[in-house]
């Protein structure tokens, strides 16, 4: 299955105990998916073809987390799952219903934090949950519990749209030379 990068410049995957990989122990809970270090405006693009199930508010005040800034995410079920784009800003043709095509671009990503503590304080937050969860009905990971049901870990996924997005830049001159070659 080749999988789209979500970012135009696929950044390193977080893994271990980098404090953007899933599953990592925070401050009051443990990290339900993983942070793509990027720039505010960069366009987030669909990993798979799928529908949109959820366009909601992700962080900010407007959901009671006034220590981050407003933010929104995109839910779109696919044959892998439901990936979350999150911290983001969805496009105005992007609403639930909407058939979006791997590639294709969801909207552009939102600067998250509001104070700099030496870490990126922008980047596209990216969850996997099974065919059928809403984020909405993902709680918090608290500490000292079970993973919650419904909630996957996307390191794989991502693993391998950096693979894709590699290969792509790798070959791709050399493809379209090929390609412009035979054309009749």
Not at 74 to 103: A, L, N, W
Not at 148 to 173: E, M, S, V
Request: positive net charge; charged residues 20%; aromatic residues 12%.
């Amino acid at each position: 299955m080749f999988y789209y990068p979500p970012l135009k410049v696929m950044t390193d995957v977080p893994v271990g105990n980098h404090y953007g990989s899933f599953g990592v122990k925070r401050k009051y809970s443990y990290h339900c998916g993983v942070d793509l270090y990027c720039n505010k405006g960069d366009f987030v693009f669909a990993i798979e073809s799928g529908i949109v199930t959820e366009t909601n508010w992700f962080t900010g005040p407007k959901i009671n987390l006034p220590w981050w800034n407003d933010t929104r995410c995109v839910c779109v079920e696919s044959d892998t799952g439901v990936i979350v784009y999150g911290e983001m800003q969805e496009f105005c043709k992007i609403v639930v219903g909407t058939k979006v095509k791997r590639g294709e671009s969801l909207g552009t990503v939102e600067t998250v934090l509001k104070k700099d503590k030496g870490k990126p304080m922008t980047m596209l937050h990216v969850m996997l949950l099974t065919r059928g969860t809403k984020e909405t009905d993902i709680p918090s990971w608290a500490h000292d519990t079970e993973r919650p049901k419904g909630l996957l870990d996307p390191t794989l996924l991502l693993t391998q749209c950096r693979i894709n997005y590699a290969f792509n830049a790798a070959f791709r001159p050399a493809i379209e030379s090929l390609s412009n070659n035979y054309i009749a």
